[in-house]
């Protein structure tokens, strides 16, 4: 069992940097009133080394993008209604492994990545970018109100156990597409989710474990690099030990009963991955491109802003836009606060195209941000249209 960590456990020193935080915050935990908790705002202020000012904006940012993904209409109370909720989202998230397991012994939710399943290259040439980022942020956070959800039941801080399995590692995993995406991934999920994992067990570590861990190591947080323990042979034995043996599925060597619908798969229903069919392939899901795009160069470190007046509330707002190499940052604003979650996206396989249904007339503002380059400008072809 760990030492808990309690509300009473609290300075008076972090408390009123938590009083301070709740008070800038106000307007988005109004909005979004479950994320307004003790451990919620510790989790950014350890993360960010107490410092107030930039908790405040990364909390606004992360409010803002779920909203954008209206994750303030969506909660549930178990892990398999949160696994089937995440595998709904998108016919490619079958083949994304991860999915959550339950609960250890000292109730912190264990979620498992059995990552070298992934078939990254197959994936990014089905399916647009952003679809794999905003499955896995809405994954996370539906995971983090189930922590919530027990820290406010039990009155301590929990977190999440993450499971890594590198079964079946190959070097095409690290082949310089896939493994840009992968690790843009990673960086939008330690941005919106401070301090998030408790503890990382990788298991079936390949031989090639020093080149692996080298590529992803960069953008690794301090506090998950610390957190990190990889498990000799013995890994299914220490797994047990760790989480409780009760709460672990067989494919990981444990005893934790197989759900019914997960027809006696010895992984329950966690997802595992595996190559993505054809039919998924973008080719073969007959997109209409547009006829006619505009380009626009936006330089490195400079972003360009396109305004699109919708003048009446009801309307669609459809976008459709390639990148001529590289990554740009895409949002959609209004007022202020994004409609569309902000992602580093690449277009190399897939191009990006999306519409939200606009609830209020007024000036949307479409933003391709190049400010993260150093040297090379970026040509967007795209095509924007209001019906």
Not at 163 to 175: P, Y
Not at 203 to 215: D, E
Not at 274 to 288: F, V
Not at 373 to 387: N, R
Request: proline share 4%.
């Amino acid at each position: 069992m760990t030492q808990d960590f309690t509300s009473e456990d609290i300075s008076e020193d972090v408390r009123f940097q938590i009083d301070e935080v709740r008070k800038r915050c106000a307007s988005e935990f109004s909005k979004y009133p479950g994320y307004d908790t003790d451990f919620s705002i510790i989790r950014w202020l350890t993360t960010y080394n107490y410092d107030v000012d930039v908790v405040v904006q990364k909390i606004k940012l992360t409010i803002s993008t779920y909203l954008a993904l209206n994750l303030n209409k969506v909660s549930y109370d178990t892990v398999e209604e949160v696994n089937d909720h995440v595998k709904a989202l998108t016919p490619l998230a079958e083949y994304f492994p991860g999915g959550l397991m339950g609960y250890d012994n000292d109730n912190n939710l264990i979620f498992v990545h059995a990552v070298a399943r992934t078939d990254v290259t197959g994936l990014i040439a089905c399916g647009r970018v952003s679809e794999l980022f905003r499955m896995c942020t809405t994954e996370g956070e539906l995971a983090l109100k189930l922590v919530r959800k027990k820290e406010s039941e039990l009155g301590k801080k929990l977190g999440i156990k993450v499971i890594v399995d590198l079964e079946g590692f190959s070097l095409d995993m690290l082949s310089s597409s896939a493994l840009k995406v992968y690790l843009n991934l990673l960086v939008v999920l330690q941005r919106i989710f401070p301090d998030f994992a408790s503890q990382v067990f990788v298991v079936n570590c390949p031989t090639l474990l020093s080149l692996a861990y080298a590529a992803v190591k960069p953008v690794l947080a301090t506090q998950i690099r610390e957190r990190i323990e990889f498990l000799r042979s013995d890994w299914r034995e220490k797994l047990c030990e760790a989480l409780g043996s009760e709460n672990v599925y067989p494919q990981w060597g444990g005893t934790k009963l197989i759900p019914s619908k997960a027809n006696g798969k010895p992984s329950g229903t966690i997802r595992m991955g595996g190559p993505a069919p054809d039919n998924l392939r973008y080719e073969n899901n007959n997109i209409t491109e547009p006829d006619s795009l505009t380009t626009v160069n936006v330089p490195a470190r400079y972003s360009e802003t396109i305004e699109v007046n919708v003048d009446s509330p009801g309307k669609t707002l459809k976008w459709f836009f390639k990148c001529s190499s590289g990554d740009i940052d895409f949002g959609i604003k209004k007022n202020g606060s994004y409609v569309w979650p902000k992602y580093r996206l690449t277009t190399e396989f897939v191009p990006e195209y999306g519409f939200i249904d606009c609830g209020e007339e007024g000036i949307y503002e479409l933003s391709f941000s190049n400010e993260h380059g150093k040297l090379w400008s970026k040509d967007i072809m795209y095509s924007i249209d209001v019906e």
